[in-house]
C-alpha cells in the first residue's frame, strides 16, 4: 500500500550504497541494548523488493529483537533504517504499517471472540469503503482458503485456521514488507505445507518477506536467501544449501545443545 508521507525524512542512504533501487529495507549499524546485554550488535541487512528472506539462527540469537526494531516496537538503542529509501527509525508502529510494512507476531493474535469475518473487517476497516467490504472479504477469505468458516468463531478454528486468517487480516492492508515471527510453531506437518504455499503464492505477488523460523525444512521450501544471526550479529547469509552445507553454522546450533 505504501502511502506517502510527508513527516518522514528521506535519505541518500540506499543511494549510497550503490547497491541499487530493488533494496525495500535496509538497516545501517543497527543495535539494541537492554541494559548490558547487547541483543543486536551493529547490523547493516538489506532485503530486496518481492524477496523471501528467512532468519534463523539459535535461541537467544536476537532474532525477535530485530523483528521489533523493524517494526517500531522497540527503539534503537543506535543506527538507522530505511525503507523504500525513507529513513523510518524514528516513526512509530502505525505508521510503519501505513508505510507498507505489515507484521505477524508468533503467538495468533485474532480476537478469539469475533467470526472470521468480523476479524477481517478490523484491518479491512482501514482500507476498504463499505461498499467493497463483502468483495474484499469474499476474496481474501477464498485466497485464505476459509470461507468456509466465514462466520465460525476465531476461538473454535484449528491453530492453523488461524494463523491463516492472521495473515489474511495482515495482508488486507496490501503490505510491499511482511514480517512474520515463527508462522508454523505448533503447526501439524499438513498445516506447515498450506502455509508454505500461501507465502510462496502472496510472494509470487511480489510481497516481500522476512520470516523468522526454526524449522529447517519449512525455510528450505520458501526462502530466495537465508540470514544467520549469532549473538546479535549477522554471522552469514546465502541460499539455503550454502548456509545448511556451511560447518561453522552447523557449530553455533551445536553449541547450544552441548
Ligand atoms: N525485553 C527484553 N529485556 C531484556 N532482555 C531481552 C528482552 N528481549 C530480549 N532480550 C534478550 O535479548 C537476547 C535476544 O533475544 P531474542 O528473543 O531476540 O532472541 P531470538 O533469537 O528471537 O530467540 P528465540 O529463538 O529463543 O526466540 C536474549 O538474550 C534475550 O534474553
Redesign the pocket.
Known amino acids: 500500500m505504501a502511502t506517502s508521507d510527508p513527516t518522514i525524512k528521506t535519505t541518500q542512504a540506499v543511494d549510497e550504497t550503490g547497491e541499487g533501487s530493488s533494496r525495500i529495507l535496509q538497516t545501517r549499524g543497527l543495535t539494541?541494548r537492554?541494559?548490558g546485554?547487547t541483543?543486536?550488535d551493529d547490523v547493516d541487512f538489506a532485503v530486496d523488493a518481492g524477496e523471501l528472506r528467512c532468519l534463523i539462527?539459535?535461541?537467544?540469537?536476537?532474532?525477535?529483537?530485530?523483528?521489533?526494531l523493524l517494526t517500531g516496537r522497540?527503539d534503537p538503542s543506535a543506527g538507522a533504517i530505511y525503507y523504500n529509501g525513507a529513513e523510518l527509525t524514528d516513526l512509530p508502529p502505525y505508521k510503519r504499517i501505513d508505510r507498507g510494512i505489515s507484521i505477524k507476531f508468533?503467538v495468533p493474535s485474532v480476537y478469539p471472540d469475533l467470526t472470521v469475518e468480523e476479524n477481517l473487517r478490523i484491518p479491512l476497516q482501514r482500507v476498504a469503503s463499505k461498499a467493497e467490504f463483502e468483495e474484499r472479504t469474499i476474496e481474501t477469505l477464498e485466497q485464505f482458503d476459509l470461507l468456509e468458516e466465514i462466520d465460525t468463531t476465531a476461538a473454535n478454528l484449528s491453530h492453523g485456521q488461524q494463523q491463516r486468517l492472521e495473515i489474511g487480516m495482515a495482508m488486507t492492508l496490501e503490505p510491499d514488507l511482511m514480517l512474520l515471527?515463527?508462522p508454523v510453531a505448533g503447526l501439524s506437518v499438513e498445516e506447515t505445507e498450506e502455509i508454505a504455499e500461501l507465502l510462496v503464492e502472496l510472494n509470487d505477488e511480489d510481497v516481500a518477506f522476512i520470516v523468522?523460523e526454526?524449522d529447517i525444512d519449512f525455510v528450505a521450501s520458501i526462502a530466495d536467501r537465508v540470514t544467520v544471526?549469532h549473538q546479535?550479529d549477522i554471522f552469514t547469509e546465502g541460499t539455503i544449501e550454502d548456509v545448511r552445507s556451511d560447518p561453522e553454522v552447523k557449530k553455533i546450533y551445536l553449541g547450544e545443545d552441548h
Open positions: 539494541k537492554f541494559g546485554l541483543a543486536i539462527g539459535p535461541n537467544g540469537a536476537g532474532k525477535s529483537t530485530f523483528l521489533k522497540h508468533q515471527d515463527e523468522i526454526h544471526l546479535g
